[in-house]
């Protein structure tokens, strides 16, 4: 399958979700939403929400890029504009989530605000230690 072959059946698709759910432009801030809220509590590791906005990005980038090669071989090319216009539709929710995130985070626990385990063979430990 070539590249223009994959871009059109791309196109194809989106046209038909679009005329499906009658989104229109509002169908890349879904998308976008979409994919860093199943990325990121997937990659529950030390960087996620950058993980979760470089896929959406990747998204985007990666879906304009095919919107522009399926365009390319119609010879309809839209103006730069319109591709940044999708991409910033597609970025924006991500990149509030990213800003904020750290603040949606769950605290870690100190070793202060563990609780202390009262079960026997902890005062055992404890009194060998002593």
Excluded at 31 to 43: E, I
Excluded at 62 to 90: K, V
Excluded at 93 to 104: A, K, Q, S
Aim: glycine letters at 8%; a negative charge.
């Amino acid at each position: 399958m070539t590249l223009i072959e994959i871009a059109s059946l791309f196109e194809e698709r989106k046209l038909s979700i679009i005329e499906a759910s009658g989104l229109g432009d509002a169908l890349h801030i879904y998308f976008g939403l979409a994919l860093f809220l199943a990325v990121r509590p997937a990659w529950r590791w030390r960087g996620g929400w950058l993980v979760a906005w470089f896929a959406v990005l990747a998204m985007a980038c990666g879906g304009e890029w095919l919107d522009m090669t399926a365009e390319h071989s119609r010879s309809t090319i839209q103006p730069d504009a319109a591709h940044w216009h999708d991409i910033w539709n597609t970025m924006f929710w991500p990149t509030v989530l990213l800003v904020i995130g750290r603040w949606l985070q769950p605290k870690a626990k100190s070793a202060v605000d563990a609780p202390t385990d009262l079960s026997g063979e902890d005062a055992e430990g404890r009194l060998e230690q002593a």
